[in-house]
């Protein structure tokens, strides 16, 4: 089946630095990924969505600055979190949209602790 | 702008005992409905999913969910339930390859 390979696991960072979490289709093209946040005990609550070639869309309330997305090909999205926050610490998710037959693929998740 | 409600943040149930998880959407048209199990600090895992056809669908692990038009519900069922069922349910929609939209989530948790 459809597999969306996301890494890394589980990431901590200091404070200031930045982290990329990639998220890769293995066996279909991803023309567009959803990057979703979870923080403890709440929802999944989307952030952006990235398309192939062109510019992320972020929802309302996300920084475009802070949350770099970048889907430079049809098997790669990447979200970078730039000069992180103890605040930004939470559970990302990258999701593909998968058609009729199969809906969509999760990653299985980067739990990002900012320290 | 579509929304997902699940009415019961917490559900305690004996382990054996049937469960109903129960999930409201506002959306346009109907859309795909999905439920998702999370268990703590995983990733989420479909249980089953709802494009069109048969109102009843069953899932995996004895799930079943029951679309409901009228009502616009699409609540998750299990006859009997098991220790392992404790976790975080999810229900979700969302249309043709556009982005899903969470339920607040309902926590199970499941007494011997």
Request: charged content about 15%; hydrophobic content about 35%; proline content about 4%.
């Amino acid at each position: 089946g459809a597999v969306v390979s996301q890494h890394p696991s589980w990431v901590i960072c200091k404070s200031g630095t930045s982290v990329k979490i990639e998220c890769r289709s293995l066996d279909f093209q991803a023309t567009t990924m959803f990057w979703y946040r979870q923080f403890p005990k709440q929802s999944l609550m989307l952030m952006a969505t990235s398309n192939e070639g062109s510019k992320a869309t972020y929802e309302q309330g996300v920084e475009k600055d802070k949350f770099l997305i970048n889907h430079a090909s049809l098997t790669l999205s990447t979200l970078t979190v730039t000069s992180a926050h103890p605040e930004d610490s939470s559970f990302y998710i990258c999701s593909a949209p998968r058609g009729a037959i199969y809906g969509y693929t999760f990653g299985s998740g980067t739990r990002l602790t900012v320290v | 702008a579509q929304s997902v409600t699940q009415p019961d943040i917490h559900i305690t149930v004996s382990e054996g005992a049937s469960l109903e998880l129960r999930c409201n959407y506002s959306y346009g048209a109907t859309p795909y409905l999905f439920w998702y199990v999370q268990s703590p600090g995983q990733g989420l895992q479909l249980l089953l999913k709802y494009f069109s056809g048969d109102t009843l669908v069953q899932g995996i692990k004895g799930f079943e969910a029951e679309f409901k038009r009228s009502q616009s519900s699409f609540n998750l069922r299990k006859p009997s339930v098991h220790w392992s069922d404790a976790a975080e349910y999810f229900c979700a929609v969302g249309w043709r390859g556009n982005m899903l939209t969470f339920g607040g989530g309902t926590r199970l948790m499941v007494k011997p």
